[in-house]
């Protein structure tokens, strides 16, 4: 079946560094999706991408909608200590009911 | 946040129990899904909704039953569990479009972390 890889598995940086992850696949995605997920909540939407070559940012995070269709990168810029999290991204495939597949995820932690 | 609600936001049951799973959208979507997130697993799409209807069981044990009584409201119903079944269960929802290119995104409630003992 389809599936996402996210990479790096794990990250640990200093404040103040920038970050950056991707995710990749062998399918192609209509839609891409950025999720931070907090230790015991759920999964809050950050950026959502809907064309190839899109390139969106919201505060410090952009994200890019890869040309092929089957990646996208996230980019933090000067990292916080509340930036720490998991980083899930997903990729909606093109199918009647709107199906959406989840990457295993990026943590990151941050250090002060 | 307060666009999808779960409750409980934790719930310990024993395996011969049976409870339900809440969740409330107040995003006035038309789809709404049940995943379950186990430690170090991607998330497990379970069951979708799309106006109310069932359209996606990925091979869920009997033992968990969905209904979507509304638009605003799903529901899962628990009954003799695993312990393995432990794992925090996210409801989402999400306006999906009957023609045309979907532009649908999923938005997630908080949760509820289920201990199955």
């Known amino acids: 079946g389809q599936q996402l890889n996210q990479s790096p598995q794990s990250m640990f940086i200093q404040e103040g560094e920038d970050v950056s992850m991707n995710c990749t696949s062998s399918s192609i995605f209509n839609t891409w999706l950025w999720y931070k997920q907090d230790p015991g909540e759920g999964p809050v939407l950050l950026i959502a991408?809907?064309?190839?070559?899109e390139l969106t940012s919201n505060g410090r995070l952009t994200a890019q909608f890869g040309i092929t269709r089957k990646d996208s990168f996230l980019n933090i810029s000067a990292s916080i200590p509340s930036d720490v999290g998991i980083y899930f991204c997903?990729?909606?495939?093109?199918?009647?009911?709107?199906?959406?597949?989840f990457g295993p995820g990026t943590s990151l932690s941050v250090i002060p | 946040e307060t666009g999808v609600t779960q409750t409980p936001r934790h719930l310990v049951m024993g395996m011969t129990n049976k409870k339900s799973l809440k969740c409330e959208q107040h995003?006035?979507?038309?789809?709404m899904y049940w995943y379950k997130q186990s430690a170090k697993k991607p998330l497990e799409l379970m069951f979708v909704?799309?106006?109310?209807?069932?359209?996606e069981n990925n091979s869920v044990p009997s033992r968990f039953s969905p209904e979507c009584p509304n638009s605003s409201h799903l529901f899962l119903h628990l009954h003799t569990l695993q312990p393995e079944d432990s794992a925090l269960y996210l409801c989402a929802s999400s306006q999906v479009r009957l023609a045309g290119p979907s532009t649908d995104t999923q938005y997630f409630g908080p949760g509820t972390r289920l201990t199955v003992l």
């Open positions: 909704y799309n106006f109310k209807e069932q359209t």
């Open positions: 997903a990729g909606q495939l093109k199918t009647s009911y709107d199906k959406v597949i």
């Open positions: 991408l809907y064309k190839a070559g």
């Open positions: 995003l006035g979507h038309n789809a």
